[in-house]
């Protein structure tokens, strides 16, 4: 075998290692097939091919009842596992830009506080909330199950304003800045691109509640 042909097998095996969990049927078929290809370098132009596998995110897919208990108790545990001290941070930055408030020096600056603030309250009290919610025992699957699908239509439901506020929290801490946003363009355009990937970020989560909603409301109706 030559270099060419094992780099190519070598970059599909990444491939599939790196692939997210929806994605690894996928990902092993194309690096089954690029034992066929012929020709060296025309297998070497297949596996770097097969790459666009890493660029999409996709769950495991959830095809039976004993799928949808894995995936709950995974979740589960998850939950039991965070410290969780996100919300600790965020009202830290809450804190902070309200102390900013009061030491502003014009209108656009208290306006870039108060917006910051704002978009840090709608945060922490969702994380905090989400933090006192109490994780069934793992012995009892359906009230686990139906723990999961609550969490997920909650995603759901708040991935707009999620949104909203992230809008809101950049915004506000762009106007933040002393001497005002145009002082600072190249802070200006890392929240400009943070935005554009927070928005992406919320739609692509949003579809994939979604349908990972629409598959635990079939498993449901099926088990009833």
Same mark, same amino acid.
Not at 77 to 81: H, V, Y
Not at 98 to 102: S, Y
Not at 157 to 161: D, L, N, P
């Given at each position: 075998m030559t270099y060419i042909r094992r780099l190519a097998l070598k970059i599909s095996d990444t491939v599939v290692d790196y692939a997210s969990p929806g994605c690894k049927e996928w990902a092993e078929a194309l690096a089954r097939e690029?034992?066929?290809v012929e020709g060296d370098w025309a297998a070497l132009g297949w596996a770097l091919g097969s790459a666009r596998v890493l660029f999409h995110y996709r769950q495991a897919p959830i095809r039976s009842f004993a799928d949808l208990s894995s995936a709950a108790q995974k979740f589960a545990?998850?939950?039991? #596992?965070n410290p969780n001290v996100a919300w600790i941070a965020t009202f830290g930055w809450l804190f902070f830009y309200?102390?900013?408030?009061?030491g502003a020096r #014009?209108?656009?600056e208290r306006t870039g506080c108060s917006l910051a603030a704002l978009g840090f309250l709608y945060f922490g009290i969702f994380v905090l909330i989400d933090y006192r919610l109490k994780v069934p025992p793992s012995d009892d699957?359906?009230?686990l199950i139906q723990f999961y699908r609550a969490a997920l239509e909650r995603m759901h439901?708040?991935?707009?304003?999620s949104t909203v506020s992230v809008a809101t929290l950049l915004l506000g801490q762009m106007l933040a800045q002393r001497g005002g946003f145009r002082t600072h363009p190249y802070w200006d355009a890392v929240y400009g691109l943070i935005w554009v990937g927070a928005v992406l970020l919320f739609l692509l989560v949003r579809r994939i509640n979604r349908r990972r909603l629409e598959q635990v409301d079939v498993l449901l109706a099926e088990k009833a």
């Open positions: 690029v034992t066929f545990e998850a939950k039991l #596992n309200a102390v900013r408030f009061f #014009n209108w656009p699957i359906i009230t439901r708040s991935s707009g304003w």
